[in-house]
């Protein structure tokens, strides 16, 4: 079973670093997490530390020009892009831990655990996820960065948990299961240690359209005020952008560059995330 996956996992990177949309993706991937990195050692700001210029335009000293209250645009986008990859890394990886372990239990075990856990699942499908979102952090009176991660990721994990108990079914009666109930393996090993590495790629996947989702859901609450109560993120520089009549008033530096890294952030993982699905559907796989 150990040299099967080994194999498998070979072929999964060797095709990875053949798929021109994965390398792309990654590629500017990389680049919107450098700067965010980086980015601060470049600015002398603080997003919250008011410059004394109001509404000036890009220029050397100040890259993106400044906003109504003073603060350095630049200064605030690279910090809030750092709070937004946070909270799509942690609000995705939540969703998709509790997804993965749901639906593997609910898929191995089957009978009443089975119903019970869909049941549940079926319960979260049905709720908005948004104005569920929005209910629990209008009731929250301090908000941070880990807390909007914590809300977003423990209302985002049922679509998960359904895919990965489908995966589950198809996998549990394979012949490398069978042979693991034979030698007498409990439920617990078979499931971490047979089932689950098979899933790894499709893991990824996943995670990968929890973090994008992650991302979205915080940019909507941020929208909404309901973001973080201290601190600065993309989605809050948007919001005060909007309430103020940025575009209105010509200070386009201070709306356009956040939503444009957004929507960049979002392509990337999208691309990344259509390059995985060439690379572990065969029916998709181009050769080069």
Do not use: C
């Amino acid at each position: 079973m150990e040299q099967h996956t080994v194999s498998r996992t070979k072929e999964f990177l060797h095709h990875i670093r053949r798929n021109r949309k994965v390398k792309a993706g990654l590629a500017l991937f990389a680049a919107i997490l450098a700067l965010a990195i980086v980015g601060p050692l470049f600015t002398p700001y603080g997003p919250l530390e008011p410059t004394g210029e109001a509404g000036r335009p890009p220029s050397l000293e100040h890259p993106l020009g400044t906003n109504t209250f003073t603060y350095d645009v630049y200064a605030q986008t690279v910090y809030g892009l750092r709070s937004s990859l946070l909270i799509g890394f942690l609000g995705g990886l939540i969703a998709t831990v509790i997804g993965i372990l749901i639906g593997l239990a609910a898929g191995y075990m089957g009978g009443l655990v089975d119903e019970f856990l869909m049941m549940l699942t079926n319960i979260f499908l049905v709720i908005p996820t948004l104005a569920l979102l929005i209910v629990i952090a209008a009731y929250i009176e301090y908000r941070g960065i880990m807390i909007e991660s914590l809300i977003i990721g423990l209302t985002s994990w049922p679509w998960t948990a359904r895919a990965v108990r489908a995966q589950t079914l198809s996998l549990k009666n394979r012949e490398f299961v069978l042979v693991a109930r034979m030698s007498g393996a409990s439920g617990l090993r078979i499931m971490v240690g047979e089932i689950l590495p098979n899933m790894f790629s499709y893991a990824i996947m996943v995670f990968i359209l929890q973090f994008g989702g992650a991302i979205l859901y915080a940019v909507g609450l941020d929208f909404l005020g309901l973001g973080p109560t201290k601190g600065i993120s993309l989605g809050l520089i948007l919001q005060q952008a909007v309430l103020w009549n940025a575009i209105q008033l010509g200070m386009w530096w201070w709306a356009i560059p956040p939503g444009l890294i957004i929507a960049l952030l979002l392509a990337s993982l999208y691309t990344i995330n259509t390059g995985m699905d060439e690379v572990l559907n065969p029916r998709l796989r181009r050769l080069e």
